[in-house]
């Protein structure tokens, strides 16, 4: 992800790289160290472990890649049958695809192997290559785990283990899966353990598992970014699609990821928005991995506006340009609401979120304005509203502005309000 220049903050030739790292990262248009790059990547280049506790977006992977593929190519060795130098621990099979991507391109100077496994696709390609050995394995825990149990994977020559996403790992119930494939680490290795939140779980697997480490934080936790403008829409429950529609007709939207909250639900509004000729199409954990790796291909180049997604994508999904996050339906859980929104105001660019709530939803609100510690602007003025202190709310409400300045969801003039037939 490329970052803004800074003419205060280090630079990529300051923080002990080699040529042939700081020639990958030039051609990735990358001119400037992030803070989580230019604070981590010295310590983890001495070989220390790190706690790094960093929001989405915040260029992490160069962060841990870079030292990493530095660290093994000063120590060349070939790497034995069904087994790796390096695992990566990822949630999401987008985000371990993506890491993998990323792992390449860093070291397209290198020589070195990788590969990425997770479940959803055969097993037979990731087995052959695993059988050849890897300086660079990334996985997903299931799968990981899944290999190992068929002798196909051994974890004992690992010397660099990166956790990434910890907290992530918790919501999704992977944690004893994670549990089991740390068990059979060897003891001397650097650790490196990352998450956007630290809830109790993962500060104790984090004492557990780190030595002695070098602790990170580039962000308050749970703080959303500061480029992103909130706003929360309230509505009843039967009138989102319509209002979804109402939104979407304001064509400073120009690539939008809709957060449903079920399966089956991303599928109605991506079929809802194409019957309404929005270009769009919906990815979750039961698509299959090549609709999965498509939908994303269509979203990245432009060809669909809309990516209707579960949470599954909060986090794996990295994609700049992305102009708003729309929660269809708010999280239950609060700390994925930052998540979500977070997939927008990428890389030095501003975004914008907006969400929707029904009256069902206003304790998952009043969760949400807690973890983030601020109360999120209500647009007054949009069809289908409803009155927040109906619900038990109370939100200041406001005209939401247009893109920076101005921007108005509904789109154009307000509508009368339309009644609800009894």
């Given amino acids: ?65 870079l030292p990493i593929l530095q660290r093994l190519a000063e120590s060349r060795r070939p790497a034995a049958a069904r087994k790796m130098r390096a695992l990566i621990l990822t949630p999401t099979r987008e985000l371990a695809s993506q890491i993998d991507e990323s792992f390449r391109a860093y070291g397209r100077n290198l020589g070195m192997s990788s590969t990425v496994i997770f479940g959803g696709v055969g097993q037979t390609p990731q087995v052959q290559k695993l059988n050849r050995g890897l300086d660079i394995l990334v996985a997903t825990p299931g799968r990981l785990l899944d290999l190992m149990n068929q002798g196909h994977a051994r974890l004992d020559s690992v010397e660099i283990f990166v956790l990434d996403e910890a907290d992530r790992m918790l919501d999704m119930g992977f944690i004893h899966d994670v549990k089991k494939i740390i068990s059979a680490l060897p003891q001397k290795r650097q650790t490196l353990l990352f998450s956007a939140t630290m809830p109790n779980d993962i500060a104790h697997l984090a004492d557990r598992i780190l030595n002695q480490p070098v602790r990170v934080a580039v962000t308050p936790v749970a703080a959303t970014a500061d480029r992103i403008d909130q706003w929360m829409l309230h509505v009843e429950k039967g009138n989102k699609r319509a209002l979804l529609d109402s939104v979407l007709k304001d064509r400073s939207i120009a690539r939008a990821l809709v957060f449903s909250r079920t399966k089956h639900g ?7 928005l194409a019957r309404s000729g929005v270009a ?6 039961n698509k299959s991995q090549g609709a999965r790796e498509r939908a994303l291909a269509n979203f990245k180049a432009g060809k669909t506006r809309v990516l209707v997604a579960t949470d599954i994508a909060a986090r794996g999904i990295d994609i700049d340009g992305v102009t708003h996050v729309i929660n269809f339906d708010l999280p239950n859980v609060p700390e994925s609401y ?19 709530c029904d009256r069902e939803e206003r304790p998952f609100l009043r969760d949400i304005e807690k973890l983030i510690r601020k109360a999120i602007p209500v647009v007054a003025d949009h069809p289908y509203r409803i009155d927040p202190a109906a619900t038990g709310g109370g939100n200041q409400q406001q005209d939401a502005p247009t893109r920076r300045e101005g921007h108005r969801p509904s789109g154009g003039r307000p509508q009368r309000q339309r009644r609800r037939r009894r």
Wanted: charged share 15%; proline share 6%.
């Fill in 1 to 65: 992800m490329p970052v803004a220049p800074s003419d205060l903050g280090p630079s990529f030739d300051s923080l002990g790289l080699i040529d042939a790292i700081r020639n990958a990262v030039r051609a990735e248009n990358y001119t400037a160290p992030t803070p989580i790059q230019s604070q981590a990547i010295p310590h983890l280049l001495a070989g220390r472990d790190l706690l790094g506790c960093a929001q989405t977006g915040t260029g992490k992977t160069a962060a841990f890649a």
């Fill in 266 to 272: 991303a599928n109605k509004i991506a079929e809802q």
């Fill in 280 to 285: 769009a199409e919906a990815i979750h954990g």
């Fill in 338 to 356: 930052v998540h979500r929104i977070g997939r927008t105001a990428r890389a030095g660019a501003s975004g914008i979120a907006i969400s929707f």
